[in-house]
């Protein structure tokens, strides 16, 4: 197996140290232009946990209003255009503002350069530029919402897009400056895997969490300038009346579809592939096991990231498409279910025979294997053409989407938070609400989201505020479980800054962690490492198993 030497006494035994990367400096300035990838994880992590509260309360918004047919709101009367605006406002914001950049921000610029013996990224400027970059892309999109609302769904589809009356520009353009803080903070993640790894530690010596990283950072690089360059050309749509898009001037609405898929699919797997590498890292902790086919799982993570560039056809069936184009895009999107079903299965493999530890990360964990087994699933119904056809544009595509974004992504975002949150404060969470938290979550997301599936295949479709009164029932379970969601985000907020108020009373590694963040201090000190950690191998075994004498 692996050992990260350091050189000195092993760290357990080590006296906690008095300073570290939270109170060695002091003061808003020393935040502000810190370039320490600790300080700039927490304050992407801040930032990215405000957009969520936001994007959530409109989504809260959207379900009020489905509460009835009568497209009511505490009494007051919605109109079509104010519910595209809730629901526009919801995915834009969930999508560019939170889902897009919380793991690859705030998690792993935490912990990857320690699990890989580094001090910092490679490019620490580069690091805090793309968080301020960030800040501005969010001002740019919090003041569309201001000056005038944005009601084209988040996909900003054209002709609408370029031809209604609100601040599509504007929001187009933080999208585009969103774009350049993902490139900024891909390329520095390839560059600090491909040049600091800590001495001795080869490709398939580092952990997975960091393989599934690696593989969203590529698509990052590669995918997101297309999004750009889509949104630059709508830009000047809109404001020089040039024709790209907008048939009435000689432009192709179906260009901008390919254009914005081109990157938005590989953009579902920037958003899923980190929610994948964290279960990497939580399933082995908590079944106290060695991972089961390390290999094929790093594999997978690259192929993922791969296929993702070829299957953007599979939004446009019914888009006027050759009939050979679909078919070929129908089989592409079954091809991507291998790398998934290898993980899954590893996974589970995993968990076999393993002394399964059901603390809140791990409840977490089997959360996320359940639902986004459920999501990838449904996601064959929708890859097939001739369900396709009927389901497209059907509630059965929004919660299809959400089981795989939400459901997946973000339960491994709150399972990764819990996992590391004693590394980085020093404090322990509460464990029993850690554990209401999550069944609640789980109770929660099943109650809002399953009946959208049977909403969806019997006609109910998306983006509409007004509906027959047969699909109420349904809609108002919906509803309740929406509020069962908020409750369950709210709890585990309420406990996590709870913690802060408490001494400092984590363990180096509370959860018995193999990996080498684990062999730094709670908190760690602001260089990481005492000493530079050099890696010791023993055959037969990939996971790094970071202990110092």
Request: hydrophobic share 50%.
């Amino acid at each position: 197996m692996e050992r990260a030497v350091t050189g000195g006494a092993r760290i357990g035994d080590r006296p906690r140290p008095k300073k570290n990367y939270l109170n060695e400096t002091k003061g808003f300035w020393s935040w502000a232009s810190t370039v320490d990838h600790k300080r700039i994880g927490i304050m992407y992590l801040v930032a990215t946990l405000t957009a969520f509260l936001l994007g959530g309360i409109f989504a809260l918004l959207v379900r009020l209003t489905l509460l009835t047919p009568q497209h009511t709101l505490f009494g007051l009367q919605v109109t079509a255009e104010t519910y595209n605006r809730f629901f526009t406002l919801h995915g834009a914001i969930m999508v560019f503002l939170f889902i897009i950049p919380s793991i690859p921000g705030s998690l792993t610029n935490f912990v990857l350069p320690l699990m890989i013996g580094a001090k910092d990224v490679a490019f620490p400027r580069l690091n805090l530029a793309s968080f301020y970059l960030w800040i501005v892309g969010a001002v740019m999109a919090v003041a569309s919402m201001v000056i005038g609302a944005v009601d084209t769904g988040w996909t900003f589809y054209t002709p609408y897009s370029t031809t209604t009356s609100g601040t599509v520009t504007l929001m187009t353009a933080a999208v585009f400056v969103l774009g350049f803080s993902s490139i900024f903070t891909g390329l520095n993640f390839i560059a600090t895997v491909h040049k600091l790894r800590a001495p001795g530690m080869g490709w398939f010596d580092m952990p997975l969490f960091v393989w599934g990283m690696y593989s969203t950072a590529v698509i990052q690089v590669l995918a997101t300038p297309v999004l750009g360059i889509t949104l630059v050309l709508l830009m000047l749509e809109r404001v020089f009346q040039i024709g790209i898009f907008d048939s009435r001037i000689g432009g192709d609405p179906v260009l901008f579809q390919h254009f914005f898929w081109f990157y938005s699919h590989p953009a579902v797997y920037i958003m899923i592939l980190p929610g994948l590498a964290i279960i990497s890292e939580l399933i082995p902790t908590f079944s106290r096991k060695t991972m089961f086919g390390y290999r094929a799982i790093a594999y997978s993570s690259v192929s993922l990231a791969l296929l993702s560039f070829i299957v953007w056809g599979h939004h446009m069936f019914v888009a006027g498409q050759s009939q050979l184009a679909t078919v070929i895009f129908s089989a592409l999107t079954f091809l991507v279910a291998i790398p998934s079903g290898v993980k899954v299965f590893n996974w589970l493999s995993t968990m076999y025979m393993g002394n399964i530890s059901l603390e809140t990360p791990m409840l977490y964990a089997i959360s996320f294997l359940m639902l986004f087994a459920i999501g990838g699933l449904t996601g064959i119904f929708l890859g097939t053409l001739s369900t396709d056809v009927h389901l497209t544009d059907t509630y059965f595509v929004v919660a299809h989407f959400h089981y795989v974004m939400m459901g997946s992504t973000v339960t491994a975002f709150i399972g990764g938070l819990h996992y590391w949150w004693p590394k980085m404060t020093g404090r322990m969470p509460s464990e029993k609400w850690g554990r209401v938290a999550a069944i609640l979550w789980f109770i929660g997301f099943n109650a809002t989201f399953l009946p959208q599936f049977i909403l969806g295949s019997r006609g109910m479709p998306r983006r509409y505020y007004n509906y027959l009164d047969q699909f109420q029932p349904l809609h108002a379970f919906s509803t309740v479980g929406s509020w069962i969601i908020g409750l369950s985000l709210f709890i585990s907020l309420g406990y996590l800054l709870a913690s802060l108020r408490k001494p400092a009373d984590a363990p180096d590694n509370p959860w018995g962690g193999t990996t080498m963040e684990w062999q730094t201090s709670s908190p760690p000190i602001t260089h990481n490492f005492e000493d530079t950690p050099v890696l010791e191998h023993e055959p037969y075994d990939y996971r790094p198993k970071a202990v110092t004498h």
